[in-house]
């Protein structure tokens, strides 16, 4: 398959000059010879602790910031290209965390226009797409809305309108659901999800919830600038051991399957949600049932 | 308390007023002021006032929000007043003590009270009909041809425009610190002035420290879409002009023109 975004080599270090000492250098690498290639129309979901790199990392996708060493390729463009940034960030579009500070307008519509407006787009092509965008995230009616009126799962649904509104063929979310309470966070990921199915936009989702991830179709987890494990999300969840020594969790399907396993009980660690784990509990529970008949007969 | 503040207040409607093209009504707006400021009698003064009158009405709104309009111009009002009653001289009316109230002073201040009035109500009538946005775009419109002369036209508007996106998200921000600060013993409501002044420091600082935060992330969110300054940039809405918005702005003229010649025919009262 296609790949929309390839990491080779890629190294990045944040340098801070120490005037004091004559000017020496600190360097925080962050990555080292990182390779990840991102498929088109993919699901990824890139998990990682607070401070392992995801961001930094989410960033070097549509050229906020620049690799130190290796290369990363976007949308067919290499990043570094600086006469390349603006069709690079027309088909890598970005969602931050805060919704706040990313809606630019007064006025929901018009802050979908805002890229549109800076492509240059012909007035009666912005409208369409500015309605189709808005109907694609659910907020047509709160078109003529102001921003401050909005629920916080409302507004980041406004704030990928704006970027959906672009055309783009990868969204790249960093943490979108960090600000906000249940029931946006579930708006926004059926949002995204629905996104990537029936668009075929490629989603990149980092987070550090491990119920999103588990909707993804491939999940990287990250620690220390690596990446550690880059799998389904079935396979990458039953590392549960791997996964709590790099500080993060598991999916609470996968944790009650992790504690059975620790009590020798018959269980399954491709378990990720609640649906499949209702599943193995039913028949676990009518097999031991029988069991229990059939002793009881015999 | 903060949610009471009325600046760029927008109270949408169908009304003509509401719907004259905002380039217009910015320059319907400036020539009231000057038939206001023009105005050097009181019979050449009612001009304006008829004028406004007659724009209020179109406008349908309520003559409450006008008077709420007023409430934070009351200290400014009394005081010019009282000064100007006091200190021009003239014939003495009443005299207290050494302060002579003469009736040059009367007059003026009469005079000011008026004009004072007037200017806020015509303004608040226009930023009240009229969203902030269109108002901005209007403006950007309107000092699109000082760019030739470098003017930054485009960069005003977008910087009018995001601080306007900012004020309801700031002022929330405000009285969540409030509230932290409060929550932390601090005494916000009582004590004398000084006190008060020096209290709202712990709240100011941080609404600093984090509008600046604001500012990089939303830089950063404009660049990922593509922003780069106003050239090649499109409209989602274009402001039209029609026959009303010409109707109106020669009423208006008509209205100057009327308070000139009653300025020319009394030269003094």
Redesign the interface.
Known sequence: MEEIIKAEDLTFWYSDIDEESGGTENRVTVFEDLDLKIEKGSFTAILGHNGCGKSTLAKHF?A?LLPCGGKVYSAGYDTSEADRL?DI??HV??V?Q?P????????V??DV???????????EE??QR?DEALKAVNMYEYREH???QLSGGQKQRV?IA??IA?RPDCIVLDEPTAMLDPVGRREVIKTIRRLNREEGITIVLITHYMDEAAKGDRVVVMDKGKVILDDTPQNVFSHVEMLKSVGLDVPQSTQLMYLMEQSGMPCDLHVINETACADFLYRLLTKTKLEVSLDNKA | MLKDITIGQYFPGTSVVHRIDARFKIVITAVFIVMLFSASNYSALCVPLVFFAIAFMASKLSAKLMIKSMKPIVPVIIITSILNIFFIDGVSVIKIWKLNITDNGLYTSGFMIIRLIALICGSSLLTYTTSPITLTDALEQMLKPLAKIKFPAHELAMMMTIALRFIPTLIEETDKIMQAQKARGAELDSGSIPQRAKALVPILIPLFVSSFRRAEELALAMECRCYNGGEGRTKLKTLVSGGKDYAALSLSIFFLSVVFILDLGKVSF
């Open positions: 549509n906020v603006f960030r027309r579009g970005m931050f805060n706040d500070n990313q809606i630019v307008a007064s006025v519509e018009e226009a805002f890229a549109l407006e800076n492509m240059g787009v012909p007035q912005m409208r500015v102001a921003p401050s704030a704006g970027i672009m």
